[in-house]
């Protein structure tokens, strides 16, 4: 069992910048492709980033793509993501997500294990 703790969200002006960090307990997540998702107000949960195992392969949403970076220190089980000039349509919960041993996309929820309980960012306009 892994359970998922993200923090860092908070309030933040267009153009600004925050860090998300998702601290994992219970057991080694080094062994698990991690992910980060969203999910706006009225909105359906949507994927963000992954990172694959070792930290040297990760891939993006179209929407983020060169605005937001991806990365995990496995000797403290934590995964980050980095999120740069950030707009009024990057507000949304945030959650950190764990796979399955997956072979299939993703951006596919269902290939996400385990989940955090999610953290809130909101940025004005």
């Known amino acids: 069992q892994v359970q998922l703790v993200e923090s860092g969200g908070g309030l933040v002006q267009a153009g600004g910048s925050l860090r998300l960090s998702c601290a994992a307990s219970?057991?080694?997540?080094?062994?698990?492709?991690m992910g980060w998702f969203r999910q706006a107000p009225g909105k359906e949960r949507e994927f963000v980033a992954v990172?694959?195992?070792?930290?040297?392969?990760?891939d993006y949403a179209d929407s983020v793509k060169g605005r937001f970076t991806i990365s995990r220190d496995n000797a403290k089980n934590t995964v980050y993501l980095h999120m740069n000039t950030l707009k009024p349509e990057d507000t949304a919960v945030y959650y950190c997500?764990?796979?399955?041993?997956?072979?299939?996309?993703?951006?596919?929820?269902?290939?996400?294990?385990?989940w955090g309980q999610g953290t809130q960012v909101t940025v004005s306009s």
């Open positions: 219970g057991r080694t997540i080094s062994t698990d492709v």
């Open positions: 990172v694959s195992r070792s930290g040297t392969t990760t």
């Open positions: 997500a764990a796979y399955w041993e997956w072979s299939g996309s993703y951006s596919d929820l269902l290939g996400v294990h385990y």
